[in-house]
């Protein structure tokens, strides 16, 4: 079963705007990661928080975690072409199993 | 970083025949390996969680004879999708807990079957 998932579905934002998506989840965690897949690749890894992290910066990215809430954000700042791609949250749903959301397609237009 | 090498990346087979796709950790150990799968524009489902030197762990609804798993050395998992039928087609991706055990996962390209 899917333990995150992600809003907006889709997203489509001009060139140099801030893209925001959303994660929510079900059960606790120990860390919530954010992952990036371009079409028809593998997944990278962008960004991991853990439990007791409330924010956390990769350069144009930044995370943010609200466990009561049970819910994440990615923000992507300064958006450029190259960021269009699905983004996944993923969490540690049971011990070693890392389960994805049903991820976000971000478009950036030129 | 570590990678994570999967091979073939597109297989295209006949029904009822055999696919085997390879997941390699290429600088790194890894004891625990998952295999994902994934549909056209849809999020990734974790099929099952491969252990090396023992049996894997399937994921609920997922056919473990249809499905054959083995990890068999610390580098190396494979996924044989048996007798595959085009209901099978589909994106598998592996990965691989990285070598410092933060949680972080390293993928394969993944391995795009096409059941004729």
């Known amino acids: 079963s899917q333990q995150g998932e992600e809003d907006p579905q889709a997203l489509s934002i001009q060139e140099g705007e801030n893209a925001t998506m959303n994660c929510s989840y079900k059960?606790?965690?120990?860390?919530l990661q954010w992952y990036r897949q371009n079409s028809g690749r593998g997944l990278v890894h962008l960004i991991l928080?853990?439990?007791?992290?409330r924010e956390k910066h990769s350069g144009r990215l930044r995370v943010t975690l609200d466990t009561s809430k049970k819910s994440s954000s990615l923000l992507i700042t300064a958006s450029r072409a190259a960021d269009t791609a699905s983004y996944f949250c993923?969490?540690?749903?049971?011990?070693?199993?890392?389960?994805f959301g049903k991820g976000t397609r971000l478009h950036i237009l030129p | 970083g570590a990678v994570v090498s999967q091979h073939p990346s597109r297989v295209i087979c006949k029904s009822g025949t055999s696919v085997k796709i390879e997941c390699r950790s290429l600088?790194?150990?890894?004891?625990?390996m998952f295999w994902y799968r994934q549909f056209p524009k849809q999020s990734l489902m974790l099929m099952a969680t491969?252990?090396?030197?023992?049996?894997?762990?399937?994921e609920q609804g997922v056919e473990k004879d249809k499905f054959l798993i083995n990890h068999a050395s610390l580098t190396l998992s494979t996924l044989t999708v048996t007798s595959a039928h085009p209901e099978d087609s589909s994106f598998y991706i592996c990965?691989?807990?990285?070598?410092?055990?933060?949680?972080?996962?390293?993928f394969g390209e993944g391995s795009r079957l096409t059941v004729l």
């Open positions: 928080i853990r439990s007791n992290e």
């Open positions: 993923a969490t540690d749903a049971s011990g070693d199993k890392i389960i």
């Open positions: 059960t606790s965690i120990n860390n």
């Open positions: 990965s691989a807990i990285g070598p410092d055990n933060t949680g972080e996962l390293f």
């Open positions: 491969s252990n090396e030197g023992s049996k894997a762990t399937y």
């Open positions: 600088d790194f150990q890894a004891t625990t």
